[in-house]
């Protein structure tokens, strides 16, 4: 969107229209700047701790809480006998 109001600034002949056109080019420039700038901050500093997070932790934790639940399974049926 940025790119198409520089254009069309270039296109128009009027003075203001055409400054105006500009100035929406530049702040839509840097408005998309900032949401990709913001987005890879994001990305570094959530996505790819979550992403390590389910890699390493989760299936451990799955592989202890299968533990737990036999333990507990066994100390269930010790007390029944």
Known sequence: MA?????S???CDEGSLRVCLEACGKAEQYI????L???S????GVIVH????????IPSIVKHKQHVK???LDVDSARNR
């Open 3 to 7: 790119s198409s109001l520089k254009e």
């Open 9 to 11: 600034s270039l296109a």
């Open 32 to 35: 998309c700047e900032d949401n």
């Open 37 to 39: 700038e913001r987005d």
């Open 41 to 44: 901050l994001v990305e570094a």
């Open 50 to 57: 979550l992403q390590s997070l389910i890699d390493n932790k």
């Open 70 to 72: 036999k333990l507990c």
